[in-house]
């Protein structure tokens, strides 16, 4: 019987290593994500103003281009590193799943 609790906590611990190592690469993968957004919209951004200030140039519209091509990349930057300076970041993240996840444990053990 010890051996098998022993057993279980390699494996709980090979879980639990899992589980970091998928969740380290999905924020790996939103994160460049976020920063292959933000090199098109530069891009993006300077052949707006390109073509506005070569074909008319007396009127600037690119600039209502440009600010809505900022609030998007705004609402990017906030969904993948989230609100740390209102308390809404990774880390309140983690802490409501470990909250929600102990409370569900309670519930079972009742």
Avoid: C
Avoid at 41 to 57: D, E, M
């Amino acid at each position: 019987m010890i051996h098998q609790t022993g057993n279980n906590k390699v494996m709980e611990n090979s879980y639990e290593q899992e589980q970091r190592y998928l969740k380290a690469k999905k924020r790996v993968k939103e994160i460049r994500g976020f920063y292959i957004h933000l090199v098109i919209n530069i891009v993006s951004i300077l052949i707006i103003v390109i073509v506005n200030l070569l074909f008319s140039p007396g009127y600037h519209w690119f600039w209502f281009a440009v600010i809505g091509i900022v609030i998007a990349q705004l609402i990017h930057a906030l969904l993948v590193f989230g609100f740390p300076q209102i308390g809404f970041g990774k880390d309140w993240e983690n802490k409501k799943i470990e909250e929600l996840l102990s409370k569900e444990e309670k519930i079972k053990t009742k």
